[in-house]
């Protein structure tokens, strides 16, 4: 078994040696050997009786090269798995460090030595019942709140025949005939419809039949009385032309008059007990002001989402600044290890690198926190996150085979696997810290709520310019 030597250099940095002895990986050795031998052709020799000299020759090198190095990197692993201790980086050889040339012929013991970086061990501030943060809470405007009790009474009233003058809420329905110049065509096409008062497109029109009533005549181009309404449209639902009609390319004048049959009004609801529990639910409201606060609330929530992406970059912020004077970093450490192993990106990191520092002191915070509050990730809580992610992805509208092939597809990539358990590891902690911590609400207008997520986009999007720092070894958040 490899020999391990641990030396502290100082508390943030320790340098380790591993000792590989040739009793360690010789046995290994001669098994792979034989495999060769016993499995391979190899020309002027009978199959199973090549030389291992000439196997060696062959093989021995990568063999040998293969097998110490897998022995070491499982002692590394071991090493950088420890939860006692907060790694960082990866293990970097020794300055110095000679090359090791394997010889198949002469097996020796092999001595690796490796610069490792570390944080002391910390209790996470910030996150107890005395600790307080800011949570914005949207204030609905009393007006949207009565537009929206106004809604729901509409929704449970009754239409009735009303016989005063029109108005804007009210559905008329049209007996219409087609005009030729002022008079009545001969033989004109003939159609009734209904139309909301407040769809009528020609502000005149509108305006003269909100001054008339039941059996009143009125004039109008039936094309344009409609908001919006393409030809095709006034032909089928106005015109009522039938399928037949259309494709034998039946035409109508533009001109009609017609006479209003009858005036549909409808009557909101009563704010009364039986509309509260169709409404709310039966027993859940019993007045209007219970009914409004109730509204403000529901409307409030829907804001929700935007404060607990902001309260979540306030934990971030807040927590490592709390943290960071009792999470020293090795930092001459990280800056070798980013030469080194992140040659491309090392100068842009390297210019930011206390923005890089804080990146890796939040992931080592998330990463005690995991431990502490002894997260469990099942299979099921991943799934729903990628279906909740995909259908985001189609709109909602993808159809259900189309859906579980992409995330079939996803849960056998493991690097997305990992990525949605991460997301999950992420949730879990945002949902648990806010359940633990002080929340002081905060009134905020929409407005001020849009303004506030558009900056935080806009940093979001600055900062992705910096290299984001890999999570600490050993305490890799998807694990």
Do not use: C
Not at 23 to 41: G, P, V, W
Not at 123 to 138: A, F, P, R, T
Not at 333 to 355: C, H, P, Q, S, V
Not at 399 to 405: A, V, Y
């Amino acid at each position: 078994m490899p020999k391990v030597v641990r030396e502290d250099i100082d508390n943030l940095n320790e340098v380790v040696t591993v000792t590989i002895e040739k009793e360690d990986y010789q046995s290994k050795f001669k098994e792979e050997l034989k495999k060769i031998r016993d499995k391979a052709t190899f020309k002027g020799f009978r199959k199973g009786k090549t030389p291992d000299s000439f196997i060696k020759k062959m093989y021995g090198k990568g063999i040998l090269g293969d097998l110490v190095t897998k022995m070491l990197q499982e002692e590394l692993t071991e090493i950088m798995s420890n939860e006692k201790v907060n790694y960082v980086g990866q293990p970097l050889p020794t300055e110095g460090h000679a090359t090791i040339d394997f010889d198949a012929n002469d097996l020796e013991d092999y001595e690796f030595s490796f610069n490792i970086g570390k944080v002391p061990d910390f209790e996470v501030k910030g996150i107890d019942e005395n600790s307080e943060y800011d949570y914005l809470k949207v204030t609905v405007p009393e007006e949207k709140v009565e537009e929206r009790l106004a809604y729901f009474r509409k929704r449970r009233g009754e239409r009735i025949d009303a016989e005063d003058n029109i108005q804007e809420d009210d559905l008329i329905t049209l007996n219409a005939s087609e005009l030729d110049g002022d008079a009545l065509k001969e033989d004109g096409w003939k159609t009734t419809f209904s139309i909301l008062v407040e769809r009528i497109g020609d502000e005149g029109l509108k305006k003269e039949i909100l001054g008339k009533k039941k059996g009143d005549k009125v004039r109008f181009n039936i094309y344009s009385i409609e908001k919006n309404s393409e030809p095709s449209y006034v032909k089928k639902y106005l015109l009522n032309f039938t399928e037949a009609d259309i494709e034998e390319g039946t035409e109508t004048g533009e001109e009609y008059e017609a006479t209003i049959d009858n005036v549909g009004r409808l009557v909101p609801a009563e704010l009364n007990q039986e509309f509260f529990d169709q409404v709310f639910g039966e027993g859940e409201i019993t007045s209007e002001a219970e009914a409004k606060e109730s509204l403000r609330k529901n409307m409030g929530a829907q804001f929700d989402g935007g404060a607990d992406s902001l309260l979540y970059r306030d934990f971030r912020k807040k927590l490592v600044e709390l943290n960071k004077p009792h999470m020293p970093l090795p930092d001459d450490f990280i800056k070798r290890w980013l030469k080194e192993t992140r040659e491309k990106e090392a100068g842009n990191i390297l210019e930011n690198y206390d923005d890089y520092a804080d990146d890796m002191r939040w992931s080592l915070l998330k990463n005690k926190l995991f431990r502490q509050y002894d997260f469990k990730i099942e299979q099921e809580e991943i799934l729903d996150l990628a279906r909740q992610r995909v259908a985001g992805y189609f709109g909602g509208y993808a159809q259900p085979e189309l859906m579980n092939s992409v995330i079939e597809r996803i849960m056998k990539d493991p690097d997305q696997v990992n990525s949605f358990a991460s997301d999950v590891l992420a949730n879990k902690l945002f949902f648990k810290l806010k359940e633990t911590v002080k929340l002081k609400e905060v009134p905020v207008t929409e407005g001020e709520l849009d303004e506030k997520l558009k900056a935080m986009e806009e940093e979001f999007e600055a900062s992705r310019a910096k290299a984001a720092p890999a999570p600490a070894i050993g305490e890799e958040e998807e694990e």
